[in-house]
């Protein structure tokens, strides 16, 4: 998901949002770690993602927190 997508969610949709990113990072590092899945593709997007929801989350917080 682009980053202008995500800076239009709600604190909500992006912790809900951040929870499924997580739970596909660790079932991903879970099968490469099993070689059951050869590429890190996967994980490396998931974790990215999860880095990207949780700065905007952070943003989001700090600028209510400043109002």
């Known amino acids: 998901m682009k980053v202008n997508e995500l800076r239009e969610k709600s604190i909500k949709e992006l912790e809900e949002l951040l929870a ?7 079932s991903t590092y879970v099968d490469v770690t099993v070689k059951q899945e050869k590429s890190l593709k996967e994980y ?5 993602s999860i880095a990207q929801i949780m700065t905007i989350l952070k943003e989001k ?7």
Do not use: D, Y
């Open 20 to 26: 499924k990113s997580r739970v596909v990072a660790q």
């Open 44 to 48: 490396r997007e998931a974790r990215t």
């Open 61 to 67: 917080e700090m600028a209510q927190s400043n109002k």
